[in-house]
């Protein structure tokens, strides 16, 4: 049995009997695998597609052009990772006003990863401006990815504190990360936001983690019951 598996397992901290253990894992397997796609599709655009420097250009660069359908496609994978565990953390809820709030954070994280797909899909050059819509989405998502974390930190820690360790991580890294991406130098760019990208990581791939084994403990509860 894992450490997560025993923690859960632990007294006052049983999932609840109303959980429906289905849903959980399935929520946390989407959770995981969909940033993870995301981030593995980052790195294969970056390679297969010509003339882009990781170092250099944006994410955003990959939805340009011809190729753009496939940035499109992980922005949108994205974005229903975000709200399979906002589902998630409805169902399973570990906390008072601060979970809720995080679970609110994470829909609206998912309708901006949407926006950011479907902006970039219409998008031009002469688009990139430090007003456009498509960079106004984008820094939405600089007080998002900073307060959901930190406002369920607390609710996940009931199920272990390497969870809610692991939240406030990432709320503390994300801003750091974030403004040295904002206001870095232009030719490094690409880089801090990756870095940037990798440690909203420290939230969603952790959370995801936290459903599918509640929903493990509470399938194995079931069957381990008398009929």
Do not use: K
């Not at 450490?3 to 397992?9: A, F, G, S, V």
């Not at 360790?165 to 040295?180: D, E, S």
């Not at 990798?198 to 509860?221: I, Y």
Request: charged fraction near 15%; charge should be negative.
């Amino acid at each position: 049995m894992s450490h997560t598996d025993r923690d859960l397992e632990a007294p006052g901290r049983h999932p609840d009997v109303t959980e429906r253990p289905e849903l959980l894992m399935l929520c946390g397997a989407l959770g995981l695998a969909f940033p993870l796609i995301f981030t593995l599709g980052v790195l294969v655009l970056q390679v297969v597609i010509p003339d882009h420097d990781p170092v250099t250009d944006t994410i955003s660069d990959l939805g340009r052009g011809p190729n753009a359908v496939w940035m499109d496609t992980l922005f949108y994978l994205n974005a229903a990772g975000h709200v399979a565990l906002a589902l998630g953390a409805a169902h399973a809820h570990l906390g008072r006003w601060g979970w809720s709030a995080g679970t609110v954070i994470l829909t609206l994280v998912g309708l901006d990863l949407v926006m950011l797909g479907l902006w970039d899909e219409f998008s031009t050059e002469s688009d990139v401006e430090n007003l456009s819509v498509h960079s106004q989405l984008a820094v939405l998502l600089f007080p998002l990815y900073f307060v959901g974390p930190l406002s369920m930190a607390a609710g996940a820690a009931r199920a272990s504190r390497g969870y809610g360790r692991a939240f406030i991580a990432g709320a503390a890294l994300w801003p750091v990360c974030a403004l040295a991406y904002y206001f870095g130098p232009d030719h490094i760019d690409g880089a801090l936001e990756r870095v940037a990208g990798l440690v909203t990581l420290l939230w969603t791939m952790p959370l995801g983690w936290l459903f599918l084994s509640r929903g493990r403990a509470r399938a194995g509860g079931r069957a381990a019951a008398p009929a």
